[in-house]
């Protein structure tokens, strides 16, 4: 297929894109995007059939994997249905995203609300940035709830200028007081329909089904391999089911992440969930402890959604709000449960045994740790799979630990699965994440009420860079490289009588390095450059 022809709305660029939409930087829209419902329940309306818009719209490229700007492709219709699972508004961009002099980070990502225009009407028209998440958005307007997910459609718009910042259902959206090439509205006035996400009946039908089988049945070999498979399915495929684009891959996908899963849960089975359960007749103790932490654990994008931690990795911890407090509780917490089980094992004589099991773990981590170009990573099911030995006596609280470490593992393996506890820097930092790379060196800012010129200093050649990248307002309007012509640009002013944001990046081909932090070209023709543009103009 040939290349799709974009262009800046301005001109200023005009490159070669790829046909199809591409966000390479965010997290994945939704962990709740792409259940087996997802895809037997489309929006029916006026302008036609969802195609699952969850994230941005597809009218949006990705100019470069480490930069974090949009370009504008043209519009194939001025209308687009979409359909919004449940619980889209837990989800995070997880790198930092420019809006203006701002860098977005944890937390939803809708850029706009309500304008100033209808600010105090009895109909009040909702305008977003063409880049904001759409569900996050219709949560944000009222068109769908987090709850139950929903169906609209958007109205896709032209320029548009001041996006206001309000706390609505939930969710604080993002002020942006510069002009925007593209934004969106909804529409109120069509008609749209479709089936509401049912993982509520499917949870509801799955918790009764598990709990007349923990009280009806004495084996462990038929309670633990059925409750772990419909759990696991439950999972993959409704409750937090993995990225995918239809019905076949999705099951594709759980099928085969199902087998190496089932075989790990045989050999902890074996070792400890039918040692603690043989012999075991308190059934509702076992139903109430057990397979209720076992459902903690699975619903975990739900149960321990409020714990402010996605990675455990120095850089998120720093970067999320409230992530060290947490990590603190939870270590100690972790340390007296394990001062629990360590006295109830040295009463069953096992404390020398399990000393010697955990040694051999601290040993295999600190070896992990010290292999010089790799991190590690703990993962959902590593941690599982540490703590699961610790939990084989029969006591009350082991019935509990026990439950959400099998729930734990399960979620981890059927969402994400098996990925491996040694990453190297690039695969943790992601295609958007920061590279600390040099930023470009500006030598000279001459600005003016009508246009701003910039010169910059030639990029490293010994480093790799031959360009510079140049976003207007989170939109790349510049790219220059050496040899086409004077290290320089004169910028017109798009929006008379607005702000502008400048920021800059060294090229390496056609990718892009991080970015300045960006100045600001004021109304009055000032200049305020921040912390790497200051000093100039």
Same mark, same amino acid.
């Given at each position: 297929?040939?290349?799709?022809?974009?262009?800046?709305?301005?001109?200023?660029?005009?490159?070669?894109?790829?046909?199809?939409?591409?966000?390479?930087?965010?997290?994945?829209?939704?962990?709740?995007?792409?259940?087996?419902?997802?895809?037997?329940?489309?929006?029916?309306?006026?302008?036609?059939? =969802?195609?699952?818009?969850?994230?941005?719209?597809?009218?949006?490229?990705?100019?470069?994997?480490?930069?974090?700007?949009?370009?504008?492709?043209?519009?194939?219709?001025?209308?687009?249905?979409?359909?919004?699972?449940?619980?889209?508004?837990?989800?995070?961009?997880?790198?930092?995203?420019?809006?203006?002099?701002?860098?977005?980070?944890?937390?939803?990502?809708?850029?706009?609300?309500?304008?100033?225009?209808?600010?105090?009407?009895?109909?009040?028209?909702?305008?977003?940035?063409?880049?904001?998440?759409?569900?996050?958005?219709?949560?944000?307007?009222?068109?769908?709830?987090?709850?139950?997910?929903?169906?609209?459609?958007?109205?896709?718009?032209?320029?548009?200028?001041?996006?206001?910042?309000?706390?609505?259902?939930?969710?604080?959206?993002?002020?942006?007081?510069?002009?925007?090439?593209?934004?969106? #509205?909804?529409?109120?006035?069509?008609?749209?329909?479709?089936?509401?996400?049912?993982?509520?009946?499917?949870?509801?039908? #799955?918790?009764?089904?598990?709990?007349?089988?923990?009280?009806?049945?004495?084996?462990?070999?038929?309670?633990?391999?059925?409750?772990?498979?419909?759990?696991?399915?439950?999972?993959?495929?409704?409750?937090?089911?993995?990225?995918?684009?239809?019905?076949?891959?999705?099951? =594709?996908?759980?099928?085969?992440?199902?087998?190496?899963?089932?075989?790990?849960?045989?050999?902890?089975?074996?070792?400890?969930?039918?040692?603690?359960?043989?012999?075991?007749?308190?059934?509702?103790?076992?139903?109430?402890?057990?397979?209720?932490?076992?459902?903690?654990?699975?619903?975990?994008?739900?149960?321990?959604?409020?714990?402010?931690?996605?990675?455990?990795?120095?850089?998120?911890?720093?970067?999320?709000?409230?992530?060290?407090?947490?990590?603190?509780?939870?270590?100690?917490?972790?340390?007296? /449960?394990?001062?629990?089980?360590?006295?109830?094992?040295?009463?069953?004589?096992?404390?020398?045994?399990?000393?010697?099991?955990?040694?051999?773990?601290?040993?295999?981590?600190?070896?992990?740790? /010290?292999?010089?170009?790799?991190?590690?990573?703990?993962?959902?099911?590593?941690?599982?799979?540490?703590?699961?030995?610790?939990?084989?006596?029969?006591?009350?609280?082991?019935?509990?630990?026990?439950?959400?470490?099998?729930?734990?593992?399960?979620?981890?393996?059927?969402?994400?699965?098996?990925? =491996?506890?040694?990453?190297?820097?690039?695969?943790?930092?992601?295609?958007?994440?920061?590279?600390?790379?040099?930023?470009?060196?500006?030598?000279?800012?001459?600005?003016?009420?009508?246009? /701003?010129?910039?010169?910059?200093?030639?990029?490293?050649?010994?480093?790799?860079?031959?360009?510079?990248?140049?976003?207007?307002?989170?939109?790349?309007?510049?790219?220059?490289?050496?040899?086409?012509?004077?290290?320089?640009?004169?910028?017109?002013?798009?929006?008379?009588?607005?702000?502008?944001?400048?920021?800059?990046?060294?090229?390496?081909?056609?990718?892009?390095?991080?970015?300045?932090?960006?100045? /600001?070209?004021?109304?009055?023709?000032?200049?305020?450059?921040?912390?790497?543009?200051?000093?100039?103009?």
């Amino acid at each position: 297929m040939a290349p799709l022809k974009t262009s800046d709305p301005q001109g200023d660029v005009e490159r070669d894109a790829p046909p199809q939409w591409e966000r390479e930087g965010d997290p994945e829209p939704s962990t709740d995007n792409n259940s087996i419902l997802d895809f037997r329940s489309r929006a029916s309306s006026d302008v036609g059939d =969802s195609n699952g818009v969850y994230g941005p719209l597809p009218v949006w490229l990705k100019e470069s994997s480490k930069s974090f700007h949009w370009r504008c492709r043209p519009f194939d219709n001025a209308y687009q249905a979409f359909r919004c699972p449940a619980n889209c508004k837990s989800v995070h961009v997880t790198t930092p995203h420019a809006v203006g002099g701002k860098d977005i980070n944890w937390r939803p990502f809708v850029v706009g609300g309500p304008t100033e225009e209808t600010a105090g009407h009895s109909t009040i028209q909702y305008t977003y940035r063409a880049d904001s998440f759409v569900c996050q958005a219709a949560i944000h307007a009222g068109v769908v709830s987090n709850e139950k997910g929903g169906c609209g459609v958007v109205a896709l718009t032209g320029t548009h200028t001041n996006f206001t910042s309000t706390r609505q259902n939930g969710i604080q959206s993002i002020s942006f007081d510069a002009s925007f090439p593209k934004s969106f #509205t909804f529409l109120s006035n069509i008609s749209s329909s479709c089936i509401k996400d049912l993982r509520w009946p499917l949870l509801a039908v #799955t918790v009764i089904f598990t709990t007349l089988l923990s009280l009806c049945t004495a084996s462990p070999l038929v309670f633990f391999p059925t409750v772990f498979t419909m759990l696991f399915f439950h999972v993959g495929l409704v409750s937090d089911p993995p990225t995918s684009n239809d019905y076949a891959s999705l099951s =594709s996908i759980i099928i085969g992440r199902f087998l190496p899963a089932a075989f790990v849960a045989a050999v902890f089975y074996r070792y400890t969930v039918k040692l603690q359960q043989q012999d075991l007749n308190a059934y509702i103790e076992r139903t109430i402890l057990w397979l209720g932490g076992a459902w903690v654990g699975s619903l975990n994008n739900y149960t321990f959604d409020f714990i402010p931690i996605q990675r455990l990795t120095p850089a998120d911890l720093r970067a999320q709000p409230g992530a060290r407090l947490a990590l603190v509780i939870i270590v100690v917490s972790l340390f007296m /449960i394990a001062l629990g089980q360590v006295w109830y094992l040295r009463l069953e004589g096992r404390l020398p045994k399990y000393l010697g099991i955990y040694a051999i773990f601290i040993a295999f981590l600190i070896v992990c740790v /010290i292999i010089p170009p790799l991190n590690l990573r703990i993962h959902h099911y590593f941690l599982a799979l540490l703590l699961l030995p610790g939990t084989r006596i029969q006591t009350r609280p082991s019935l509990l630990y026990q439950g959400i470490l099998v729930g734990l593992f399960i979620n981890g393996a059927a969402r994400w699965g098996f990925d =491996s506890i040694l990453q190297t820097t690039s695969e943790l930092r992601g295609p958007d994440g920061p590279l600390h790379s040099p930023l470009p060196n500006i030598i000279s800012i001459v600005p003016t009420i009508s246009n /701003i010129t910039f010169e910059w200093a030639l990029p490293p050649l010994k480093k790799g860079y031959d360009g510079i990248s140049v976003l207007v307002n989170d939109v790349e309007r510049w790219r220059w490289y050496i040899g086409e012509g004077q290290p320089q640009k004169t910028f017109e002013r798009r929006d008379q009588g607005g702000v502008e944001y400048f920021r800059f990046a060294y090229m390496r081909g056609s990718g892009a390095a991080d970015f300045t932090e960006a100045g /600001i070209w004021n109304s009055s023709g000032g200049w305020n450059g921040g912390k790497d543009l200051g000093g100039l103009g």
